[in-house]
């Protein structure tokens, strides 16, 4: 590796955590006694990472700073990014009024830009990726042999990711020579004959489940927070009777893939990728994450 400066850490920490009933983000593991969050920030300052950005809401902010920010390294930077429904540019008040839920994620990575001074990774909170997503990412960045110009994403195969619960959301990607040629956000994804289930849009359609999928763990430039600006007011502009619609990050990637704009690396997850969509499964993802790291 070169002496390139490291990228900083951006967790998206905001949402609601409405199928699981509020503040998923926060809950504690059993066993474990940490949240997913910490855990995810202990193995990126483990690959050298040294700076994190959460991006709250005001109901968590209280038990991050007062619990979670006291547990963490001394010499790991940190700063707190708020995401508040009114924070939109100042002409889309009155829609900002209408509005219960957060904007969505590519919003949630909006309100970290004046924070994030270059390369950035980018997660959820309630996301365990396992500690080699870190080091791949920080490899790429870091990297001589790498094109740190490009953005970048480690994705996880469908299957690995699904909820014995109920339906979940993400990104399917399409894959061509190792960079990412498409990701479409699809919602509800259940298991079905042969494959699986989602929402695309308004359709329902089938998706082969051997693809690999974007849990929202992205290595991103200052390039995408440039393209999140502008596009997010267009966002706005569209969908201005439709409170309820969300600015999802795969979606504004692949309209800059589309304009040429963007070039992202693919790389296949080397760990298994554990997550909590319902709060029926804590236990049994805690029980898991516990075997992997004392394993």
Same mark, same amino acid.
């Given at each position: 590796?070169?002496?390139?400066?490291?990228?900083?850490?951006?967790?998206?920490?905001?949402?609601?955590?409405?199928?699981?009933?509020?503040?998923?983000?926060?809950? %504690?593991?059993?066993?474990?006694?940490?949240?997913?969050?910490?855990?995810?920030?202990?193995?990126?300052?483990?690959?050298?990472?040294?700076?994190?950005?959460?991006?709250?809401?005001?109901?968590?902010?209280?038990?991050?700073?007062?619990?979670?920010?006291?547990?963490?390294?001394?010499?790991?930077?940190?700063?707190?990014?708020?995401?508040?429904?009114? #924070?939109?540019?100042?002409?889309?008040?009155?829609?900002?009024?209408?509005?219960?839920?957060?904007?969505?994620?590519?919003?949630?990575?909006?309100?970290?830009?004046?924070?994030?001074?270059?390369?950035?990774?980018?997660?959820?909170?309630?996301?365990?990726?396992?500690?080699?997503?870190? !080091?791949?990412?920080?490899?790429?960045?870091?990297?001589? #042999?790498? #094109?740190?110009?490009?953005?970048?994403?480690?994705?996880?195969?469908?299957?690995?990711?699904?909820?014995? !619960?109920?339906?979940?959301?993400?990104?399917?990607?399409?894959?061509?020579?190792?960079?990412?040629?498409?990701?479409?956000?699809?919602?509800?994804?259940?298991?079905?004959?042969?494959?699986?289930?989602?929402?695309?849009?308004?359709?329902?359609?089938?998706?082969?489940?051997?693809?690999?999928?974007?849990?929202?763990?992205?290595?991103?430039?200052?390039?995408?927070?440039?393209?999140?600006?502008?596009?997010?007011?267009?966002?706005?502009?569209?969908?201005?009777? #439709?409170?309820?619609?969300?600015?999802?990050?795969?979606?504004?990637?692949?309209?800059?893939?589309?304009?040429?704009?963007?070039?992202?690396?693919?790389?296949?997850?080397?760990?298994?990728?554990?997550?909590?969509?319902?709060? %029926?499964?804590?236990?049994?993802?805690?029980?898991?994450?516990?075997?992997?790291?004392?394993?």
């Amino acid at each position: 590796m070169t002496n390139a400066i490291l990228p900083t850490l951006v967790i998206l920490a905001g949402g609601l955590g409405t199928r699981f009933g509020g503040g998923k983000q926060i809950a %504690e593991l059993p066993k474990i006694g940490k949240t997913i969050m910490e855990l995810s920030i202990i193995d990126a300052y483990r690959a050298g990472i040294k700076h994190v950005v959460l991006v709250v809401n005001d109901n968590v902010r209280p038990v991050i700073e007062s619990r979670i920010l006291p547990r963490l390294p001394s010499d790991l930077k940190v700063d707190l990014a708020n995401q508040s429904v009114d #924070d939109v540019p100042s002409r889309f008040a009155s829609l900002a009024a209408q509005r219960q839920k957060p904007w969505g994620t590519g919003h949630a990575l909006l309100c970290a830009k004046p924070f994030v001074s270059g390369n950035a990774v980018v997660i959820t909170a309630d996301d365990y990726y396992g500690p080699h997503a870190y !080091v791949q990412l920080v490899e790429h960045f870091c990297n001589k #042999d790498h #094109d740190t110009s490009k953005m970048a994403i480690v994705a996880y195969p469908l299957k690995q990711t699904m909820s014995e !619960v109920g339906g979940v959301n993400r990104g399917i990607c399409e894959v061509f020579q190792n960079h990412l040629s498409s990701v479409k956000e699809f919602t509800d994804i259940k298991h079905a004959e042969h494959g699986f289930v989602g929402i695309h849009g308004t359709q329902s359609k089938r998706i082969d489940e051997g693809v690999l999928v974007s849990m929202t763990c992205w290595g991103i430039t200052q390039a995408l927070f440039t393209h999140l600006e502008k596009q997010f007011e267009c966002f706005l502009e569209c969908h201005d009777s #439709d409170v309820k619609k969300e600015y999802y990050l795969p979606d504004c990637i692949q309209h800059m893939i589309n304009l040429e704009q963007a070039n992202v690396r693919v790389y296949p997850a080397r760990d298994r990728w554990f997550g909590v969509t319902y709060k %029926e499964e804590i236990d049994s993802v805690a029980g898991k994450i516990h075997e992997l790291r004392h394993g």
